[in-house]
Nanobody, 123 residues
């Protein structure tokens, strides 16, 4: 069983900072891309940031310069440092990762999602 567990959400005033963490656990062989998505009420889920296995990153235009994604491969964990938060950043944030896991004598790959963590930015 592989799972992603997020932490670090909460309520913060505009201009403040939060750091989200997402740890993968289980019979993990390796992890490919890891990313953060968010979904605001009444809106579709959107990509916030993604980090490849080699460390290259990509960000949504709306968060460039304010958010930083990083990963610790030894801990199978991805982080999202969010600075200069705005009310429009309010959403449920989801961690996503493509994980190769041990299945008998084989390694299989699948897309996994965390349960989501609420981030609320007050004006």
């Amino acid at each position: 069983q592989v799972q992603l567990v997020e932490s670090g959400g909460g309520l913060v005033q505009a201009g403040g900072s939060l750091r989200l963490s997402c740890a993968a656990s289980g019979s993990i062989f390796s992890i490919n891309d890891m990313g953060w998505y968010r979904q605001a009420p009444g809106k579709q889920r959107e990509l916030v940031a993604i980090i490849m296995s080699g460390g290259s990153t990509n960000y949504a235009d709306s968060v460039k310069g304010r958010f930083t994604i990083s990963r610790d491969n030894a801990k199978n964990t991805v982080y999202l440092q969010m600075n200069s938060l705005k009310p429009e950043d309010t959403a449920v944030y989801y961690c996503n990762a493509y994980i190769f896991y041990s299945s008998g004598s084989y390694a299989r790959g699948a897309d996994y999602w965390g349960q989501g963590t609420q981030v609320t930015v007050s004006s």
